[in-house]
């Protein structure tokens, strides 16, 4: 069975950077699609980010605006969401999640199979 697991979540003060890791196992990273989400409290999930099995494909949500970078490392069978300039409204849990490949762009409104037990980030002074 797939599993994932989120790391590097924490507090953070505006403007800050952080980088969250997704490490995967059970079966080969290559089979998947691997997402980005998150949520604030008293708000729905919502997607960041997605990259292609094979890696050479992102997609983002409009309100990136170019702080969020998705990336992946087949030898670590991981896939990080690095972020700059973060902001109070950054704060959510993030999750990562897979679905199998699409052979195509991935797409956030996909419906996930598998997901990770999520990582806090708090953006605040």
């Known amino acids: 069975q797939l599993q994932l697991v989120e790391s590097g979540g924490g507090l953070v003060q505006p403007g800050g950077s952080l980088r969250l890791s997704c490490v995967v196992s059970?079966?080969?990273?290559?089979?998947?699609?691997i997402g980005w989400f998150r949520q604030a409290p008293g708000k729905e999930r919502e997607g960041v980010a997605c990259?292609?099995?094979?890696?050479?494909?992102?997609n983002y949500a409009h309100f990136v605006k170019g702080r969020f970078t998705i990336s992946r490392d087949s030898a670590k069978s991981s896939v990080y969401l690095s972020v700059i300039n973060m902001e109070p409204e950054d704060t959510a849990v993030y999750y990562c999640?897979?679905?199998?490949?699409?052979?195509?762009?991935?797409?956030?409104?996909?419906?996930?199979?598998?997901w990770g037990q999520g990582t806090q980030v708090t953006v605040s002074s």
């Open positions: 999640a897979a679905i199998q490949r699409l052979y195509k762009i991935c797409e956030l409104e996909s419906e996930y199979t598998y």
């Open positions: 059970g079966s080969p990273l290559h089979y998947y699609d």
């Open positions: 990259v292609s099995s094979g890696g050479g494909m992102e």
